[in-house]
Structure formats: C-alpha cells, structure tokens
C-alpha cells in the first residue's frame, strides 16, 4: 500500500489542509474574528521549538547516552519560569516600536543601527541554515526509508542521487514555494500572520498526536509497557549502562548544564521563536497560560522518547538501523503501514512548521535589515523616489525565503550526512546564543552601546563560527583533516575542538564556553570604555524603562517636515490604503477626521509616521527615509539627556504633585467637618439659649404675677398672702438653681471648672449623702436601703461633685416614686478595676426613647407638656458630665412600669487596683 | 502591581528550584541501578520533578492576586 505515489499525495492532502486552515484563519481575520486569539493557539504555536529534530533525533540522542536529550527541553521549562519578568518586557517593548524581527529589536535598541541589524541577520542565516538543512534531511530520509516499505533500508545504502532526482532538493522546493504562498501574502509585517500562527498550531497537534500515538504502539503494543521495555533494556549488558547514564555515556554534569543553558536561550533567541512569542503575539496577557501550557506540551511529547530508543535497539540490536529512525522503522517493522505513514505526516508537520516561520523570520530580517538599508543608500538607484515599493518588498522577501531554503539544501549536500540530527541541531542553538547577550542587556543595561553589542556579537560568531562550524565543514572533508587534528598551520593551541588546550569538554560546552566568554566579555569592556550617541542613549532609556515611561519617542525629534512629504512616504511603502488608514488611525486618535482636517507636521506625526514604516520595513530603513524627507536637526547627547532628565523630573514633580493634591485633599476634608462641627454647635448653642430663656421664663412669670397681685391689692388675706410669698420664694430658689447649674455647665464644658481631686471612700460618701438625705426620705414617706460591700477602693475625685451626682440621682428617684410606697436601693460594687453605684428605684419607669435622650440637656422624663416634673433638666446632664471627667461610664436601664435603676462606675485609684489584679 | 511582582518573584524561585533539581548533585544521587514502579530510578525522577514544577508554575500563574 505505500507506494511513492500514495506517500506523495498524502503528503500533498496534508499541506493543502494546512493551507485551508490558513486561508479560514486569515479569512476570519479579515472579518475581525480572529482564531488565534487565544492562549492556548498561542502555547501550540510556541511548540513549533519542537522540529523534525525533536521527533526523529530525540529517539536518536536517547538510544546513544540515555537522558542526553532532555536538557534541551528542560532548559525552556525553566527559562519560560523567567519570561515573567523578561518575555513580558520584551513583548512591551516590541508592541511600542513596532518591532519586526530579532534583527530589527537589536538594531533598534542600538540606535537603529543599520548595520547591527545587518549583522544579526547574517549570522542568523548562517547559524540557521545549517537547522533548515536538518529539517530537509529528515524529510528527504524518512521518506526515501517509508518508500522501501516492506525493506527497511538506510538512505545512505541507497547510494547518493543526482540532484535532480535528490528528495531533499524536491521538499526544499516545494517549502520554498508553499511558504512563499503561506508568509508573504501581507506586505506588514509587524502584523499577525494570522494563517500562519493557525496552521502552526494545527501542525503541533498532529505531531504531538503521531508521536503519541507511535509511542503507545512500541511500549504498549510491541512491549508490555514501560516497565517491560526497561527490564529487557536491563538484561542487555549493551545497554544497562543507560539507565544510569550521567558520568558515563551522557558526559559530564558539565555537558549537561551547558546544554540545558544553550536550550535556556534558544528558546528565546531562536529566529522562529522570536516570531511565534513576540512578532506574532496578539495578547500579552496569552504569555501567563503559555508559561506552564508549553512546558506541558515538550513534557507530553518526551514521554516516550526513552522507550521508543530502549525499543528501537532492542528490536534492532545489529546496528543496521539508524537510531534517528526508530521512530519510523518500529511501526514498518511491525507491518503498521497506517501508523508509519501518520508518522511520517508528523514529522513532515515538525519539519513544515518550523521551516515556515524560520524562514519568514530570516527572509524578514534579511529583507529589512539587510537588504533594503543598503538599497536606500544606494543613490543610483533612486529608491527614494520611486512611487510604489511595496512590490519590491514583496519580492526581496520571497527571494529570500527561496535563497534560504537553497543554502539549507547546499549545506545538507555538503556536510549533512556527517552528523547526526541533534548535532546538527546545537550548531544552530549555539549560534543564536550570541544574541543573548545584545538584547538581554540591552534591555536591562542602559550603559550598553552600539559598538560593545557589535563587537561581543561578532566576537562571540567568530569563536563560534571556528569551533563549531570549521569542524562541521572538515569532518565533511570539505577542509582538510589536519585542521582538526593538529590546528592551523600546526599550531596546536589553536585546534578548534581544544582551543587553548582546553580538552577534555565535548564540542558544544567547549564552544559555548569560549563564544560565551569572547562575547559578554567583550561586550561588557568596549561598552564600559565608549560613550553612547544621543539616538543609542534615547533609545537604550526608551527600551530599558518601557514600564516606567509610556511611549514618547515623539519627544526627541526636532526638525520640520510637511504632512504631504510624509503621507507619499507612507503610501510607497504601505501602498496608498495602508497610509489612509494609518493616518485616519492618528487622526481619529486625536479628534480629528482624515482628510478633511489640517494635521500639523509635528514631532508627533513625524515619529508616527516612523513607527509605521518601521512595522514594515525595519526601524533601520525607517529611519533612513524618514530622515530624507523631514529635516532633522540632530540632537547632541547632552540635549538627549536633558530631555531624559526633564522627564524624569516631570515624573518626580507629577508625583510631588499628586501627593500635594492629596493632602490638600485630605485638608479640605477636614475642614468641611470642623465647619459641620461648628454649625452644629452653633445649632446648639442658639438651642440652648432658646431653652434657657424659656426655663427662666416660666418661674419668672409665675414670680411676676404673684408679687402684682400682692401688690394691687393689700388686702389679701394672710393665709393667701402667705401662700403667694411661698411660691414667689419656691420659683425664685428654682430660678437661683437653674441658674447656677447653667453656671455649672458652662464651666464644666469649657474646662474652666474646679476640680478638687483627693482619695474618696465611696462607702462614706454614699452614706453620708444619704443621712443627708434622711428628712427628705422621710417626708415622702420611702423606704431607702443601701447594700454596701465591706471593703472597697478608694477612687480618685472630687468628692462634692460625687456628692452632687448622688444627690441629683436620689432626688430624682424621690420625685418619681410614689409616696408611701417608694422604695430606692442603693448599690455599691467593684469590678474589673471600676466602683459601681446603682441607684434603683420603683418609679414609673423611662421607655426607651426616652433613655436615649434622658442624658441630654433639659430632657427630663415624662410629658413636659402637661404634667411638667419638678427640676431643671440639666442635673442628668451635668452629672454624666462628672461621672465621664473621672474617665467613668453613666447609663439608665429601665423597664416601663417597673421601675429606673441610673448606674455609674468610677475607676479605682490605679495603684491599688493594679495590687490587687497581680495578686 | 503588587500582585505581578509577587508572582514574578514566585517564578523566579521556581526557575531556581528547577535549576537545583536537574543539575548536581541532586541528579547524581538518583543516577543509580534500580527502578520505580518499572522505570529506572534517573528516569522516573527527572519526569516527576519536571511534572511537579510544571504544576507549581500553574499554581502561581492561574491563582489570583
């Protein structure tokens, strides 16, 4: 059944499919409905990190040394840990500029220094190349291998091909042709290829579900599960040594570090990885479920590794099957056609997805920043004025991307069938481990400069380029052997597998190692040596303070421009549409309708129009044409400084401000409530007044009336004379009373009073008060009782105050209780540091809306109105004032008809009462 | 902001955890003959500390404030 022409269409079906999801995706798109926003096509198209390599090579490294493979996915397990802080910035930083590659994050952080950009690109390519070339190789063999079928036999025994029959020249073709179609359909590429992203996601699933579904066949299927595949892979003395492979087959702890280091960064600096998280991002918010959903994803698609490899060489134990294959040949083996066939799919899925974006990725960097800062400054060419560009663009792209998948094929004939997958594989991860440095400080370190970035990261290639890449090319015999064994020109120290005569490491921590060195080293010294130029330095703060300032390139540009020159810039670029709606985009953001109002050509429009070229060709070549047809007046550094320094100073004043605002805020508050308080007692004040008045009144008048009819007429009998004069002095003892409680009062609630605080024994005080008292009881016939403890603590006060509080409460339980059968209990006890008195008496009692005011000034119990008591209504009032100065509390409980019991505590004298808590 | 930082600092410990468990020593006390439930002892070590850090990391990511 798997004959050439059913691999081949079903090859064909496959990528159509992809094709149909990117056209619906891209359709939706259009329609604003877009698929890929979400987290979880965002997390599957991170795993695009997992290539052919990972699906036909991690079998292969595993059935070698064991867990070898592993440190490459948990290198970003851990680095993604990170991406909190560093992927959240970078991502900010990119969406502000309109960053469109790595190339382009570089050049711009460095001044949007065309030539940084250019040399990024080009060790990208270089780096990469060799990593596209594996993907060709891994297709081109499993192919040749499932053609076979039922044979299992190596492509190298097929013997090599003319290149025109060669499968690897067909598939880099048709890649070449399908990503062509796939990634240059929009001319913008700082936005989303969103048909793209979708058809990545669907290729991770496939390969996650092939790989699964391979894997559960060998160790379900041909085994008895895991625990079978090991014990046979046990009980071969050839490979009992993996399963405890560190210190042995695996290397040293050295290697494994190294490795696991080398995949922290190639998960970030990784041309493809770059543009699925950052170019192709349409959230920030979809990082947060990526950070434990596409570790998730690499954990899944390990799983079987190990018993795939343990598998393979057990099935296979002469050798004759190349490891890389396993994945492959198990399932051929076993006569599975529909299987093999599924994996094949999904290492073509692996391969596709990563040769896609890879190569969109480069063609976009080698596009704008490479070639097209160079064709600007050609004159001849008269670039400048040309009126519609973006057909050039598109062209530069697509011959890039075909220019790339070519020199992956070149190199695939040259050196790749030397090296297995995963060799092949670091070369690339430690080329773009030189980017590190560069954009990991450049985002942290405002003191890096242009020139410390240039030199590490051509430093750092050079060792690179020496001791991975030479080797590379030697041992394909494409460089003479020596080279290797005896260093150049015989010169030992030098050997590029033990430069220096550092021996003894393997060939990628030897290499990391040294490039790492070479390259922060001298990124670090020419930076710390140099000054940085006014573009480097405003750009360095725009980029490492991209959380603390919002976008304000616009401050920087001084110079004049016309709004026509920049609209025709745009519109070359952009193509007409592309600068209408961009500008209706400024124009609307700022209340204005395009292109009916003026817009003025300030710095603002200026650097919009810039960041809007830069999402399209690169902030290199942006800033070129920019500058050719606005005239800029160069700021020197001092003057970038300045406006540094202002605005950082705004943001201290703002500060300042806001804090002012908010006091000033909190005073205005206060106020208001001092001038309620005020109104208030002002309210009451002229309450009080009024009351008074009114108290004094009533016995006035009735004073007044009396003394006229005594005086009118003289001849009132004596009984009656007598009787009016006992009234008149009655009233005028209650007016002297009132008046001196309102002289009491006044004192007390100024804080003018006197108050003559000594040891007061509440047990005399009570019963002194009371024989005091005895005539009044007397008359009113009540019966009194005090229950007083034998002992008790002094308290601190002033004793004829306390006797005027006792006082006023006994009379007002004599006035409220009826005659003859009144009783009044009075009540002294001590608890938690406080004297208590309760006077109870077995009156009317108070309802409870009168117990709420009863303690306010002139209440009194009962209805004023008719049957007005006796008293003033301040004596409640001023007796609570008394009992609150002496730091005690004064309430009433009463039940209607059974009686008032006013109670008051007084705290003990501290000393004593301290005494006796400790005792 | 508070709420970020915090988490931000969560991963980073992680991230050191992570770093602790897949290097020396703590690999080379689990490289030894023997298994777990049929899986050599390295093996079944390194994919369980991986699972477990993945789950810590989507604990502090999901989990709110």
Request: aromatic fraction near 10%; glycine fraction near 8%.
């Amino acid at each position: 059944m798997l004959q050439g022409w059913v691999i081949v269409v079903t090859s064909f079906a496959y990528l159509g499919l992809l094709f149909a999801i990117a056209y619906y995706a891209d359709s939706r798109a259009d329609r604003g409905r877009s698929v890929i926003a979400s987290p979880y096509i965002y997390s599957l198209s991170l795993a695009v990190y997992a290539t052919a390599w990972t699906f036909y090579g991690s079998v292969g490294r595993a059935a070698v040394d064991g867990v070898g493979f592993l440190p490459i996915y948990l290198g970003p397990t851990l680095m993604i840990a990170l991406w909190w802080i560093v992927m959240r910035k970078i991502l900010r930083i990119s969406k502000q500029n309109r960053i469109t590659s790595l190339a382009d994050f570089v050049a711009s952080r460095y001044g949007k220094s065309a030539l940084l950009g250019g040399v990024v690109t080009i060790i990208a390519v270089i780096g990469i190349v060799p990593y596209i070339s594996l993907q060709l190789k891994a297709v081109s063999s499993s192919f040749i291998i499932l053609v076979q079928y039922p044979e299992i036999i190596m492509p190298a025994k097929v013997g090599a091909l003319p290149v025109l029959q060669d499968t690897a020249l067909w598939v880099a073709l048709i890649l070449a042709i399908f990503t062509v179609l796939f990634g240059t359909r929009h001319l913008y590429s700082a936005e989303h290829h969103e048909g793209m992203v979708a058809a990545i996601a669907f290729e991770s699933l496939v390969k996650l579900l092939a790989f699964l579904a391979v894997g559960v066949f060998v160790t379900f299927g041909i085994y008895n599960g895991f625990g079978d595949v090991f014990a046979r892979a046990a009980d071969e003395p050839k490979l009992a040594a993996m399963l405890t492979p560190l210190e042995g087959v695996a290397g040293s702890y050295a290697s494994w570090i190294w490795l696991t280091i080398l995949s922290m960064l190639a998960i970030m600096f990784l041309p493809r990885q770059f543009q699925v998280t950052v170019i192709e991002n349409v959230d920030e918010k979809h990082l947060h479920k990526a950070i434990w959903l596409f570790p998730l994803y690499m954990l899944a698609i390990n799983i079987f590794v190990l018993p795939i490899a343990f598998g393979g060489r057990l099935h296979f134990p002469d050798g004759m099957v190349d490891a890389d294959t396993f994945v492959l040949t198990l399932p051929m083996a076993e006569r599975q056609e529909l299987l093999a066939l599924l994996v094949f799919i999904g290492g073509l899925s692996a391969a596709t997805g990563m040769v896609i974006v890879e190569t969109i990725a480069l063609s976009t960097m080698v596009c704008n920043d490479l070639v097209m800062p160079v064709l600007l400054r050609q004159r001849r060419l008269r670039l400048a004025e040309r009126r519609d560009l973006t057909g050039l663009l598109l062209g530069i792209r697509r011959g890039a991307i075909v220019l790339i998948l070519l020199l992956g094929y070149l190199y695939f004939r040259l050196a790749g069938e030397a090296y297995a997958l995963v060799s092949i594989g670091l070369i690339s991860f430690a080329a773009v481990a030189q980017f590190a440095p560069a954009v990991l400080g450049g985002i942290f370190w405002k003191g890096a400069t242009r020139r410390g970035a240039l030199a590490g990261l051509c430093t750092g290639f050079g060792v690179w380029f020496y001791t991975l890449l030479l080797p590379a090319l030697a041992r394909s015999d494409w460089l003479p052997r020596s080279l290797l064994e005896h260093g150049p020109f015989g010169n030992e120290l030098l050997k590029p597998l033990e430069l220096f005569g550092l021996a003894g490491l393997d060939q990628i921590t030897h290499a990391m190692l040294w490039s790492m060195i070479a390259n922060v080293g001298v990124y670090v010294v020419v930076s710390l040596l140099g000054t940085p130029s006014a573009e480097e330095h405003r750009q360095a703060s725009l980029f490492v303070d991209v959380f603390r300032r919002e976008a304000g390139g616009a401050r920087f540009w001084r110079g004049t421009a016309s709004v026509p020159d920049l609209y025709n810039l745009l519109a070359r670029f952009l193509g007409p549409e592309g600068a209408d709606t961009a500008f209706a985009e400024y124009a609307r953001a700022r209340g204005r309708h395009w292109p009916d109002a003026e817009l003025a050509a300030d710095a603002e429009l200026v650097h919009f129009a810039e960041t809007q070229l830069a999402g399209a060709i690169g902030a290199a070549s942006a800033r070129i044409m920019v500058a050719a047809v606005a005239k800029e007046e160069a700021l020197t550094l001092n003057e970038v400084r300045e406006i540094l320094d202002e605005a950082s100073q705004v943001v201290v004043y703002s500060h300042k401000l806001e804090q002012k605002s908010r006091e000033l805020e909190a005073a205005t508050a206060e106020l208001r409530a001092a001038n309620e308080a005020l109104k208030e007692l002002d309210r009451l004040k002229d309450d009080f007044i009024s009351t008074v008045t009114h108290e004094l009144r009533t016995p006035l008048t009735s004073i007044r009336a009396f003394s006229e009819i005594l005086l009118a007429d003289p001849d009132v009998e004596l009984a009656q004379r007598k009787k009016f004069l006992g009234i008149i002095t009655r009233e005028t003892e209650r007016l002297t009373r009132l008046i001196n409680q309102v002289l009491d009062l006044a004192k007390i609630e100024s804080g003018r009073a006197e108050w003559h605080v000594s040891r007061v024994e509440l047990r005399e005080v009570i019963s002194d008060t009371l024989a005091g008292m005895s005539q009044v009881f007397k008359e009113n016939n009540l019966e009194v009782e005090a229950r007083l403890p034998e002992r008790i603590s002094p308290v601190n006060a002033d004793i004829d105050r306390l006797i005027q509080v006792l006082l006023n409460l006994l009379s007002n339980a004599v006035k409220f209780c009826e005659p003859g059968r009144g009783r009044i209990e009075v009540t002294l006890s001590e608890a938690d540091g406080y004297a208590r008195i309760d006077v109870r008496d077995n009156g009317p009692g108070i309802s409870p809306e009168e117990q709420r005011v009863i303690f306010d000034k002139f209440r009194q119990a009962g209805d004023t109105l008719t049957n007005k008591p006796p008293g003033t209504g301040l004596g409640l009032h001023i007796s609570r004032q008394i009992v609150e100065h002496f730091g005690g509390r004064m309430w009433v409980a009463s039940v209607p008809g059974k009686g008032a019991c006013f109670s008051f505590t007084l705290p003990l004298e501290p000393a004593r009462a301290e005494a006796r808590a400790a005792a | 902001m508070y709420a970020l930082e915090k988490k931000a600092q969560r991963l980073v410990a992680l991230c050191m955890l992570g770093f602790l468990l897949f290097n020396y020593p703590l690999l080379a006390l689990f490289n030894r003959p023997g298994a777990l439930l049929g899986v050599p002892i390295l093996y079944a070590f390194i994919f369980a500390a991986w699972a477990l850090l993945i789950a810590l990391m989507a604990l502090v990511v999901e989990r709110d404030g």
